[in-house]
């Protein structure tokens, strides 16, 4: 039981490139969600997933597409990358709901994904 | 505009000290309260949770104060460990189901 894995681990980009962040988890968890963390800012939701095929806005989406094609795994993907999309990338995912009687059952993170856009 | 507001900022703590983290939120809607640890290179990983209906939970040496009226939370960690030294993050989460609003983070090092 892997839980959350992410790849690539570490990435490096030049501005106006494109690339795919994979994220799966071996749990059948049917909500999947995609953070960014950066200095000072804690942790900003940017698109999340409530099953296979759905899709969602969080709350810095811009700049971002994502994909679940398949209930295991969820896609996040840069058009153009800019600057400002350096940041430390996690995926998670959770069963819904994911409050359990005794508040145990939450989210579960990847380790997560480091971009440098340059 | 940040949902929850996290201080401090960092915190430098002895050993067997108590280490204190707050929280506050102004969405009524959020009815769920999670901490999260992270330890560097790691994903946040959940330590403890609570719902408004009750003002205190405890597990082990981690208890979570809930204040409903002032909107305000806090994570105590009692007799505080160099291996508690983490970022600790508290986080919130309402009726929209399916967002969770964190904090901005607190840099936790216990001194030995």
């Known amino acids: 039981n892997a839980g959350v894995t992410q790849t690539p681990k570490f990435r490096v980009l030049k501005t106006g490139q494109s690339m795919t962040l994979l994220c799966a988890q071996d749990?059948?968890?049917?909500?999947m969600y995609w953070y960014r963390q950066d200095p000072g800012m804690g942790l900003r939701l940017i698109h999340y997933?409530?099953?296979?095929?759905?899709?969602a806005k969080g709350e810095v989406p811009d700049g971002y597409n994502v994909s679940r094609l398949k209930k295991q795994n969820f896609l996040l993907g840069l058009e153009s990358a800019a600057p400002s999309q350096t940041s430390v990338y996690f995926c998670?995912?959770?069963?819904?709901?994911?409050?359990?009687?005794?508040?145990?059952?939450?989210?579960?993170f990847g380790p997560g994904t480091r971009l440098l856009v340059l | 505009q940040q949902q929850v507001k996290q201080s401090p900022q960092s915190l430098i703590v002895q050993k067997g000290g108590i280490s204190i983290i707050n929280c506050a939120y102004e969405?009524?809607?959020?009815?769920?309260f999670p901490w999260y640890q992270q330890f560097p290179g790691k994903g946040p990983a959940l330590l403890i949770a609570?719902?408004?209906?009750?003002s205190e939970k405890k597990e082990g040496r981690f208890t979570i104060s809930f204040n409903k009226s002032a909107k305000q939370f806090s994570l105590h960690i009692m007799d505080s460990q160099p291996g508690d030294s983490a970022t600790y993050f508290c986080?919130?989460?309402?009726?929209?189901?399916?967002?969770?609003?964190f904090g901005t983070g607190t840099s936790l090092t216990v001194i030995p």
């Open positions: 998670a995912s959770s069963h819904p709901p994911f409050r359990l009687a005794d508040n145990q059952e939450t989210q579960y």
């Open positions: 749990m059948n968890h049917e909500y």
């Open positions: 997933s409530v099953g296979e095929g759905t899709t």
């Open positions: 969405n009524t809607a959020f009815d769920y």
């Open positions: 609570i719902r408004p209906d009750v």
């Open positions: 986080a919130a989460s309402g009726d929209t189901g399916n967002q969770f609003y």
